[in-house]
């Protein structure tokens, strides 16, 4: 179970929907205002395998109880 920490993110706000229906997890953060200005190209991009990469790590357990998966994992970028 997970535990109950500090906000981190204050004044972000977490959508998060988890559908077993669709075998589906998604995620929207609605952060402040001007919290990404001045991010470029680079840095979205590794905003955007570092979010990949905690997910995997929450959603890891899952696929070990119920697929051995060998792929590796890819990576959208939108």
């Known amino acids: 179970m997970a535990q109950e920490t500090k906000c ?3 004044g972000a ?3 998060i929907r988890v559908s077993s229906d669709m075998d ?5 953060v609605i ?7 001045g991010v470029d190209e680079s840095e979205a991009d590794l905003i955007s ?5 905690q997910l995997e790590l929450v959603l890891r357990p899952y696929f070990e109880k ?3 998966v060998k792929k590796r994992a ?4 939108i």
């Open 8 to 10: 981190l993110t204050s």
């Open 24 to 28: 589906s997890v998604s995620v929207d």
């Open 66 to 68: 119920k697929h051995k």
């Open 49 to 53: 395998r570092l979010v990949h990469n």
């Open 13 to 15: 706000h977490f959508h």
């Open 31 to 37: 952060l402040p205002k001007g919290t990404l200005e």
């Open 74 to 77: 890819t990576l959208k970028l």
